[in-house]
């Protein structure tokens, strides 16, 4: 029983600052001070609606503020005030309602209790702060700042935006780096409708943008023969080796800038942004969100002695085995790899659900900071999670220029042009079910029919 002071026993008086950490002036309310207590308690509920309310309402406005530095820190701030509040409010609440006299013992553990819940109540805190701490080291480190100012609305005069997507491959056994996956999304500002076009690595005679890069190769990208074929996933290392193909462009800059231009030029699209994927920083993130989960179709074989080997079914691929799920040609050819490494990054994007992004959020930001490389500018962070939401609701399609569309060997630059065009100009397909691309017998039809009939919805050519 409490006195008239409100004192207790060291058991009722534990009790009640465990209830005040829990709900903030339970002691403070116990020992008589209820218009202190009632603030507290009134601070408290305030706070927790206030957070519950912002993420039950708020959930596409709270991701636009955590791609921003700025807010980032506010949040670890906001977190450390709100575990220091905590804390006083912990140690207060035990100071009003302990015994005024008991054993040293008693005095020892009692103080040892209370200091162990400080820690748990501030643990959670500290954790966000530090989560908002690496996210902030994340968006800093990954993406650059603009040198140009922003306009309030990116997407005015804009009706898509394209980026190029890169899946890029630095093996051990190969000198730099080789872009064996290329595709551009190309998104509807408006209703986030994407198409992606799909190019193979083994283009040839691919037409150079205007100024050095055309002056030396006036008749289509031939490479460095005798020692490389001359092919599209040869660009980027081109660029990167002779700077003059770039001008005023420093290294690792040249080869995003030059494959861009030459993608765009290829497809007839202006290319505003890239995003590249190292293949062996793609490990680390898969490892670190668990694995991924995917449907093998047919059986796998890979290895530099066909060693391993991933059976069909349904599989929970590692970070090594879903590197060679989208590297592996043995058996099969460059355009089910291509199909494999879309469904693939599909299945990723699925799966990094928040929990287990939150699980592994350290690891995943440490493999994200050494996987990624973009020219995304921070500025134009916020406008694109709230694009990406209008994207998560709308369907996907998917255009690959692939055999037998086109010979790799001799592709059709004008057919590729109508195509997108075509593609573009028409409505999402209604139908869910992938429907094959035309023969090269049916080339001559229109190409809007022909658009129309190599679509494909990404998710079906996933399932």
Same mark, same amino acid.
């Given at each position: +029983? ?6 207790? #026993? ?5 009790? /009640? =600052?465990? %209830?005040? @950490?829990? *709900? ?16 507290? +308690? ?6 927790? #609606? ?5 993420? /039950? =309402?708020? %959930?596409? @406005?709270? *991701? ?31 100071? /009003? ?367």
């Amino acid at each position: +029983m409490a006195d008239n002071t409100g004192r207790t #026993g060291v058991g009722s008086s534990l009790a /009640l =600052t465990l %209830g005040s @950490a829990v *709900l903030w002036g339970l002691a403070h309310i116990w020992a008589g001070r209820r218009l202190t207590g009632a603030f507290l +308690m009134g601070i408290e509920l305030t706070l927790a #609606g206030a957070a519950a309310i912002a993420v /039950l =309402t708020a %959930g596409p @406005a709270l *991701l636009a503020l955590a791609v921003q530095p700025a807010w980032l820190w506010a949040f670890a701030l906001a977190a450390m005030l709100l575990a220091t509040v905590a804390v006083a409010v912990v140690i207060h609440s035990y100071l /009003l309602v302990r015994p005024e006299s008991s054993s040293p013992a008693a005095q020892y553990l009692s103080t040892a209790a209370v200091g162990l819940l400080c820690m748990l109540v501030t643990a959670p805190m500290i954790y966000v702060a530090r989560l908002a701490y690496v996210s902030q080291s994340v968006v800093t480190s990954v993406f650059a700042e603009s040198v140009t100012p922003m306009p309030t609305d990116p997407w005015k005069g804009m009706e898509r935006i394209n980026i190029l997507l890169i899946g890029a491959d630095a093996a051990a056994n190969r000198v730099g780096v080789r872009t064996d996956s290329m595709t551009v999304a190309s998104v509807d500002t408006r209703t986030g409708e994407t198409v992606l076009f799909g190019l193979p690595r083994n283009l040839e005679k691919v037409p150079m943008p205007p100024g050095p890069a055309r002056e030396r190769f006036p008749f289509g990208f031939e490479g460095e023969p005798p020692y490389t074929p001359g092919m599209l996933n040869e660009v980027y290392q081109y660029a990167e080796d002779y700077p003059e193909m770039a001008p005023r462009l420093g290294k690792r800059h040249r080869g995003p800038s030059l494959l861009k231009r030459t993608v765009g030029g290829i497809l007839g699209l202006d290319i505003s942004y890239y995003a590249m994927v190292d293949m062996r920083g793609f490990v680390e993130i898969v490892d670190a969100m668990g694995g991924v989960r995917i449907r093998i179709k047919d059986p796998i074989v890979y290895g530099r002695q066909n060693e391993g080997r991933i059976e069909a079914g349904r599989r929970k691929l590692s970070g090594e085995e879903a590197l060679w799920y989208g590297r592996s040609r043995t058996f099969s050819d460059d355009y089910v790899r291509m199909s494999r490494q879309k469904c693939l990054l599909n299945a990723v994007a699925k799966q990094a659900d928040p929990v287990t992004v939150f699980k592994s959020f350290e690891r995943l930001a440490t493999a994200t900071v050494e996987a990624i490389s973009t020219d995304i500018p921070r500025q134009l962070l916020p406008d694109l999670v709230e694009l990406s939401e209008k994207v998560k609701n709308s369907r996907i399609r998917s255009l690959q220029f692939v055999p037998p569309l086109i010979y790799t060997g001799a592709p059709d630059y004008h057919l590729i042009r109508r195509e997108v065009i075509a593609t573009l100009a028409a409505p999402p397909a209604g139908a869910d079910a992938a429907v094959p691309a035309v023969p090269t017998g049916n080339r001559g039809r229109n190409a809007g029919e022909r658009a129309g009939a190599s679509a494909v919805v990404l998710d079906s050519a996933c399932d």
